[in-house]
């Protein structure tokens, strides 16, 4: 079955401090990966996407995530983080030929200052 | 555009009642689904449709009815309300092949 797996549940950093979130995924032959962030009380809010070319994908708010095959992943990653970025994210992805997203379960990113 | 909007944005349910939450966009987009999200456990997808006319079961439909009579409308239908459902319920809707979904503000729901 597809699956995705977010490492860690939270992650607490120092404002200004780099970040990952790890994401890995059950190897398919065809998958579209995406990263959405959840602010407090809101819905989802795509950051970015993956569904072929370059491996390294940069998305909103100076996050970006790189495309691993072989370690079937898909991390999150910013260099310098604020304290607006407190929030949940998730990692989902797609089978392709089908619409159905399925979600990892979060990460909560607190970014203290 | 307004993009997705659901309503109502809290609901406080009694055990084996019934209620409709609504669920519209307005950017013509043939894929809309339903999910729920509780703590811990991502986002599950209950309903979806590709498609007025089309719905099949996501990950956890039972309890759960859903309609699609007009591309702009897909309301998610509790039968008999209970503890279990509490959650939070989102709506997206996306164009098929698109695979960008967009996500409305999200009903919260409570079931005593």
């Known amino acids: 079955a597809q699956s995705v797996t977010q490492l860690d549940s939270q992650v607490p950093v120092f404002e200004e401090a780099p970040v990952e979130l790890r994401c890995n995924y059950s190897?398919?032959?065809?998958?579209?990966l995406f990263w959405y962030v959840q602010y407090p009380n809101q819905g989802l809010q795509l950051l970015l996407k993956?569904?072929?070319?370059?491996?390294l994908v940069k998305g909103i708010n100076g996050f970006e995530a790189e495309f691993n095959k072989s370690q079937t992943s898909f991390h999150l990653r910013k260099p310098s983080v604020h304290i607006s970025d407190t929030a949940e994210y998730f990692c989902?992805?797609?089978?392709?030929?089908?619409?159905?997203?399925?979600f990892g379960k979060g990460t909560k990113l607190t970014v203290n200052p | 555009n307004a993009g997705v909007t659901q309503t109502p944005k809290f609901q406080v349910l009694k055990t084996g009642q019934s209620m409709t939450l609504q669920c519209a966009q307005d950017?013509?987009?043939?894929?809309m689904s339903w999910y729920r999200q509780d703590p811990g456990m991502g986002l599950r997808l209950i309903h979806y449709?590709?498609?007025?006319?089309?719905?099949d079961q996501g990950e956890v439909p039972n309890g759960y009815n859903v309609s699609r009579s007009t591309t702009e409308d897909f309301p998610l239908r509790l039968l008999s309300a209970a503890p279990s459902q509490t959650s939070v319920y989102f709506c997206?809707?996306?164009?098929?092949?698109?695979?960008?979904?967009?996500f409305g503000p999200g009903t919260r729901l409570t079931v005593t």
């Open positions: 997206a809707s996306s164009q098929l092949d698109g695979y960008e979904q967009y």
């Open positions: 190897s398919s032959v065809s998958v579209y």
């Open positions: 993956y569904l072929s070319g370059s491996t």
């Open positions: 989902a992805r797609i089978q392709g030929g089908s619409e159905k997203l399925v």
């Open positions: 950017m013509n987009h043939e894929y």
């Open positions: 449709s590709v498609g007025a006319g089309i719905t």
